[in-house]
């Protein structure tokens, strides 16, 4: 007995070699932006601004946070699986049927779940590239053929896409604006898009920044809805609302898209204080027009220090830039990352000269103009 447990203790335990299945194989883990504890970790440094992964400078709104506060009193107990304040402040704030919505731990989740309600092997998944990663893992993690369209102009070319439709077309991913390029399709390319949809796909308009658009031919996807088209609609609180850290996007869909993802989520996908900080910001238009505002200022000083760099650059609806430094982009980051700026490089979206700056407060804005000034000199 003694022989064996001494015997057990000096062998090194062996490494397990179970393989994960193989459309796992060919997933790449998500690149996150770095956090800031990592650089001031690596580097030394403190004084650090992050402009690299699209989150609101200004932060929530102070309903939201003591609803979050309040909330945190309650979760000794489950949340409510079917979000049901959450629901109801949407339905108002909307103009939906309480069954038209459906809710994620952030908008990945639901395109996650809708992979799953929808995807068997041997469908087929269109899309652009570059845009939002989680399109390819839904696609992939269900073994089915991937159309990636390449942008025009920095922007989905959405009867290219439309030209890859046939029979096996399943799910169709459109980032509307696109991620990372910030660009938008128009109403007209959209209805033109779904004009052609074939009849069992399913089109997922995924407006994570919506709330920050402010253009006359932007499309009112929600009609589409209403309309009985196969579309759903991809909306989050981790953009304008500032609650990346909390994990809560929601969707509008035709009920029975609804009931599917129901039928594949997680029962508690969306945590109590996500569900009541993300109602209570709702009741804060001000915060939003702000952050807005400050968006928009923020762009434009993005746009002009381009402007004076002679760099080209997408024009973005969103709350970042896209931006040709025309030389490797991984240097460039490198070397503002020393001076305390962290940015996006574009490599690992495929294109390695192009950078994606998100827009912060205004000192944020000038210090990553001053640092890139330098870093390009
Ligand atoms: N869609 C797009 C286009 C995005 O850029 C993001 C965030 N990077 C998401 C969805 C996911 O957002 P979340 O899961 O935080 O709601």
Same mark, same amino acid.
């Given at each position: 007995?003694?022989?064996?447990?001494?015997?057990? @203790?000096?062998?090194?335990?062996?490494?397990?070699?179970?393989? #994960?299945?193989?459309?796992?194989?060919? +997933?790449?883990?998500?690149?996150?932006?770095?956090?800031?504890?990592?650089?001031?970790?690596? @580097?030394?440094?403190?004084?650090?601004?992050?402009?690299?992964?699209?989150?609101?400078? +200004?932060?929530?709104?102070?309903?939201?946070?003591?609803?979050? %506060?309040?909330?945190?009193?309650?979760?000794?107990?489950?949340? &409510?699986?079917?979000?049901?304040?959450?629901?109801?402040? +949407?339905?108002?704030?909307?103009?939906?049927?309480?069954?038209?919505?459906?809710?994620?731990?952030?908008?990945?989740?639901?395109?996650?779940?809708?992979?799953?309600?929808? @995807?068997?092997?041997?469908?087929?998944?269109?899309? !652009?590239?570059?845009?939002?990663?989680?399109?390819?893992?839904?696609?992939?993690?269900?073994?089915?053929?991937?159309?990636?369209?390449?942008?025009?102009?920095?922007?989905?070319?959405?009867?290219?896409? !439309?030209?890859?439709?046939?029979?096996?077309?399943?799910?169709?991913?459109? !980032?509307?604006?696109?991620?990372?390029?910030?660009?938008?399709?128009?109403?007209?390319?959209? &209805?033109?898009?779904?004009?052609?949809?074939? &009849?069992?796909?399913?089109?997922?308009?995924?407006?994570?920044?919506?709330?920050?658009?402010?253009?006359?031919?932007?499309?009112?996807?929600?009609?589409?809805?209403?309309?009985?088209?196969?579309?759903?609609?991809?909306?989050?609180?981790?953009?304008?609302?500032?609650?990346?850290?909390?994990?809560?996007?929601?969707?509008?869909?035709?009920? &029975?898209?609804?009931?599917?993802?129901?039928?594949?989520?997680?029962?508690?996908?969306?945590?109590?204080?996500?569900?009541?900080?993300?109602? #209570?910001?709702?009741?804060?238009?001000?915060?939003?027009?702000?952050?807005?505002?400050?968006?928009?200022?923020?762009?434009?000083?993005?746009?002009?220090?381009?402007?004076?760099?002679? +760099?080209?650059?997408?024009?973005?609806?969103?709350?970042?830039?896209?931006?040709?430094?025309?030389?490797?982009?991984?240097?460039?980051?490198?070397?503002?990352?020393?001076?305390?700026?962290?940015?996006?490089?574009?490599?690992?979206?495929?294109?390695?000269?192009?950078?994606?700056?998100?827009?912060?407060?205004?000192?944020?804005?000038? %210090?990553?103009?001053?640092?890139?000034?330098?870093?390009?000199?």
């Amino acid at each position: 007995m003694l022989d064996c447990l001494l015997h057990y @203790l000096q062998e090194e335990p062996p490494l397990a070699t179970i393989t #994960a299945r193989e459309n796992v194989q060919r +997933l790449v883990p998500y690149v996150a932006g770095k956090p800031i504890e990592e650089v001031q970790r690596e @580097l030394g440094i403190t004084d650090i601004v992050k402009l690299a992964s699209n989150e609101s400078p +200004l932060g929530p709104s102070p309903k939201a946070l003591e609803a979050a %506060r309040k909330a945190l009193e309650n979760i000794r107990m489950y949340p &409510e699986g079917s979000c049901y304040v959450l629901r109801q402040e +949407l339905v108002k704030h909307l103009g939906v049927e309480p069954d038209m919505l459906m809710f994620g731990n952030g908008s990945d989740d639901l395109i996650h779940c809708l992979g799953l309600a929808y @995807l068997d092997p041997g469908d087929e998944v269109v899309t !652009a590239a570059p845009t939002f990663v989680q399109y390819r893992a839904a696609a992939l993690l269900a073994g089915c053929t991937l159309h990636e369209v390449p942008l025009k102009d920095y922007t989905y070319d959405l009867d290219a896409l !439309a030209d890859r439709f046939n029979e096996r077309t399943r799910l169709v991913f459109i !980032a509307n604006p696109n991620n990372p390029t910030g660009t938008m399709n128009t109403r007209a390319e959209v &209805e033109r898009l779904l004009d052609r949809l074939p &009849e069992r796909a399913l089109c997922v308009l995924d407006e994570a920044y919506y709330e920050y658009i402010d253009h006359p031919d932007y499309p009112q996807s929600i009609e589409y809805v209403r309309q009985g088209r196969n579309v759903a609609v991809l909306r989050t609180f981790s953009k304008i609302y500032a609650l990346a850290g909390l994990r809560v996007g929601y969707g509008i869909a035709a009920p &029975e898209v609804v009931r599917a993802v129901d039928q594949v989520r997680e029962p508690f996908n969306v945590n109590t204080v996500a569900q009541y900080a993300a109602a #209570a910001s709702l009741q804060d238009p001000d915060q939003v027009l702000r952050s807005r505002r400050v968006n928009d200022e923020g762009k434009k000083m993005f746009c002009e220090a381009f402007d004076r760099l002679g +760099l080209k650059y997408a024009p973005s609806q969103a709350n970042f830039v896209f931006v040709d430094l025309g030389r490797d982009s991984v240097g460039v980051a490198d070397a503002l990352l020393r001076k305390g700026v962290i940015i996006r490089s574009g490599k690992i979206f495929g294109t390695p000269t192009c950078a994606r700056v998100t827009v912060g407060l205004p000192e944020e804005n000038r %210090r990553f103009i001053a640092a890139l000034e330098e870093v390009l000199a």
